[in-house]
């Protein structure tokens, strides 16, 4: 009785099974496709979708002062890419092509980065299941692992798939912590950015263009850009620099580098509660204003410290006003822990503990502090519909913008301000002084907006 | 978008895709736009309002709705006719809704709008001053986006 | 066509769709997509239940169950609908009939739409997207028949 009903649902649910099953297979032959090659007699593969096209080329254009595997540069039709020879990069034997003849390029894609890589040849397209992509194991590459995604066979072939991801992206081992718009500049964005520069313009003076040197690093690699905001202090960095590292290592080689050389720009208290001294200067520097409502923009709030630190000065600086401040970040893992942050008392500065309460895993702050604050996942760049503000604070975020976007984003500030609005930037930023009045003194760098 | 509208949505979107297609999903990595933004074939917008106001795109390429108009009415159907566009309407319906239910849980009031679904080729969807998140998810059937442009009501 | 449903059970078990006297009983469905209707449906005739009509909107709903009153066993009712959202479809077909059986099917779960159809009248509250063992199981239950395994 009931077995027969059993049998029928198990005959109708393989039936449906059946013709799911069937579709399915047809799709089950390949759904990773990758771009073949050899390099010193092996065969490797390469995702198809970071393939952008293939090529013969020579004439690359050498550049002095480069790593080895850095062929040099290559005119792909009006873009400049970096040329790298994989087998060099590889430390495999390659055989040196005279300057004429032509090297086998793939042109990869990754992000919005263009890569030329030099192999012996290139074989053809091989699509595959990942299903059948074996981890790789140590036995498998005279290559480092890491740069390896996995190996497959197919057609009697072992094809070593490398992960090139991997290799065009420098590890940062530490993050500035105030997370602002941070970037995947790799190393060899600095050099193709050196490159580039040393390919357009004649050769500047030696010291001069060792700073340029340093800020195209330091864009590449941290995406901070020197321009007038803060050239003042990169400027005198510099020469702190010069004083530190001898004159021929002078050069940014890689992120800790670019970390050690930015680790002065900062802020006060970045990445965390604002200490009692800054708190006092913010809260001194702050005008009065007799608004019943007063509404904050904190682009690159990162985590979200800074929000609260705010949030709690001027609950006290404005006590009968209403506060909204709307905080935002592209960075949504950073964003996103924001509203639930769980603090120890005795980590927090004394003068936050009254907008405290105790939760099940620790401190937090109380309903009040969190209705004023309103956390949002928002690229600054992008439109928004903020508009009427009394004050917007953006601690160390316009420098990490390119420098045609910090222009657009000061305009959009002032449009976006009240009359008389109040702009809280970076400690070591500075605002034109003919838009702005500064009203705060070191390390408070308050602007207000001369309507 | 408020950060705490985000999960509920990528939850909806993966729990309901998850069932009404009996398969593994997984989920691409969250971005922001907010330009023009081409549509990929098919379009179902759901609206929403209440303590913010804004809309919810479901986007994907003719195929991908055909396959999964067709999984969900357990037999391959031929066209984009007008069972697989209710189909579609539906899914898009029930992603939506199931968002709705946890943001209410979470203490936000959203109120949907039936949906309305959008065919054809080189179509673009432009928002006006909002910007939009994607939440892309990949399934056996091909890439479904689901596009969230929301601001918060005064 | 292939469709997703069971054969005549050749056993003992009386399908959940028949009355004791044999007949099926009746079901108003109300929803504005022809999606769900059909699944409804092919869930509802699967166990021997009858699809006596359906209204693809709340004022199109009420209509039918006026019209078909009394041979109508159960109605199904959507939420969000235009013309008359399914909340305030039941309260008139509550209005015109106290005792009837309605049973709401939304993709909604909200707990204050949960208790105001409860409130008004609904005898079961389902959400989307629909499993046919739960749909089936809550439906018989509102008919007054115990499940069966």
């Not at chain 1, 799911?20 to 496709?33: C, H, L, Q, W």
């Not at chain 1, 657009?408 to 500075?430: P, T």
């Amino acid at each position: 009785m009931h077995i027969q009903e059993q049998n029928l649902q198990q005959e109708v649910r393989t039936e449906n099974g059946h013709t799911e099953g069937s579709r399915t297979e047809k799709a089950i032959a390949v759904d990773f496709k990758m771009v073949t090659f050899s390099l010193a007699g092996k065969d490797y593969g390469v995702d198809i979708m970071n393939v952008k096209e293939i090529a013969k080329a020579s004439k690359f254009t050498y550049v002095p002062n480069a790593a080895p595997f850095l062929r040099g540069v290559y005119n792909l039709r009006g873009e400049i890419i970096p040329v790298i020879d994989f087998r060099i990069f590889f430390h495999l034997p390659a055989e040196r092509k005279s300057e004429d003849s032509l090297e086998n390029l793939l042109i990869l894609r990754l992000e919005d980065h263009v890569y030329g890589v030099i192999v012996d040849s290139i074989d053809k397209v091989v699509g595959i299941h990942s299903s059948n992509i074996q981890p790789p194991h140590p036995i498998f590459g005279d290559i480092n692992i890491k740069y390896i995604y996995g190996v497959v066979e197919n057609q009697g072939r072992l094809y070593i798939i490398l992960d090139v991801n991997r290799i065009f992206e420098q590890k940062e081992e530490e993050k500035p912590r105030l997370i602002t718009e941070t970037s995947n500049g790799t190393f060899f964005a600095a050099q193709t950015a050196a490159l580039e520069h040393a390919v357009s313009e004649t050769t500047p003076k030696a010291s001069a263009s060792d700073l340029e040197f340093i800020k195209e690093t330091l864009f590449a690699l941290k995406h901070f850009a020197a321009t007038p905001l803060n050239e003042q202090w990169v400027a005198s960095r510099f020469e702190e620099w010069k004083k530190i590292r001898n004159s021929n290592d002078l050069q940014l080689k890689n992120a800790e580098d670019a970390d050690e050389f930015l680790a002065s720009f900062y802020s006060p208290c970045n990445g965390r509660l604002w200490d009692e001294d800054y708190a006092e200067k913010v809260l001194s520097a702050l005008p009065d204003l007799s608004a019943k409502t007063i509404t904050v923009w904190n682009p690159g709030c990162g985590k979200g410290y800074e929000s609260y630190s705010l949030a709690c000065i001027l609950k006290k600086r404005y006590k009968d006003a209403r506060i909204k401040i709307w905080a935002s970040d592209n960075d949504l893992l950073a964003v996103s822990s924001a509203p639930n942050m769980v603090f120890e008392l005795e980590a927090v500065p004394a003068l936050y503990h009254e907008f405290m309460v105790k939760g099940r895993y620790g401190y937090s702050f109380n309903q009040e502090i969190k209705d004023v604050i309103l956390f949002e996942y928002h690229d600054m760049k992008n439109v928004n519909p903020f508009t009427d503000l009394d004050m917007i604070m953006a601690r160390d975020v316009l420098s990490f913008l390119d420098p045609n976007e910090q222009t657009k984003i000061l305009n959009d500030f002032s449009e976006k301000l009240k009359a008389r609005g109040l702009v809280l930037v970076g400690h070591h930023e500075v605002l034109p002084e003919d838009d702005w009045t500064r009203l705060g003194t070191e390390p408070v760098s308050l602007y207000m907006y001369n309507s | 978008m408020r950060v705490e509208y985000i999960n509920p949505f990528v939850e909806a979107a993966f729990n309901v895709l998850k069932e009404v297609l009996n398969t593994d999903i997984k989920r691409g990595e969250l971005y922001l736009k907010s330009t023009t933004m081409p549509v990929l074939g098919v379009a179902a917008l759901v609206g929403l309002a209440g303590d913010v106001e804004g809309r919810v795109m479901f986007d994907m390429t003719k195929q991908t709705a055909l396959a999964v108009a067709s999984t969900m009415n357990g037999e391959q159907l031929s066209s984009l006719d007008e069972l697989a566009k209710a189909t579609i309407t539906e899914l898009a319906n029930m992603i939506t809704a199931q968002a709705v239910t946890k943001l209410h849980d979470l203490g936000f009031r959203f109120d949907l709008t039936p949906p309305a679904l959008f065919t054809g080729d080189n179509m673009e969807v432009s928002d006006h001053e909002v910007e939009a998140l994607i939440v892309p998810m990949e399934t056996p059937q091909g890439k479904i986006e689901i596009n969230v442009a929301i601001r918060e009501r005064a | 066509m292939k469709t997703k449903q069971d054969f005549p059970s050749i056993n003992e078990r009386e399908p959940d769709g028949l009355k004791p006297d044999g007949t099926p009983f009746r079901v108003l469905v109300v929803d504005d997509s022809m999606f769900v209707a059909k699944q409804i449906g092919q869930i509802l005739t699967s166990e021997g239940y009858e699809v006596a009509a359906t209204a693809a909107d709340g004022q199109e709903g009420v209509e039918k169950y006026k019209e078909l009153f009394p041979n109508i066993d159960l109605v199904t009712m959507d939420i969000t609908m235009p013309k008359m959202d399914g909340i305030t479809a039941l309260e008139h077909i509550m209005n015109f009939d106290k005792n009837a059986k309605v049973v709401m099917i939304s993709a909604l779960g909200k707990q204050d739409l949960v208790k105001k159809s409860l409130l008004l009248g609904a005898k079961n509250y389902i959400v989307k997207p629909l499993d046919r063992k739960k749909v089936l199981e809550r439906i018989a239950q509102v008919l007054g028949k115990t499940s069966t395994a």
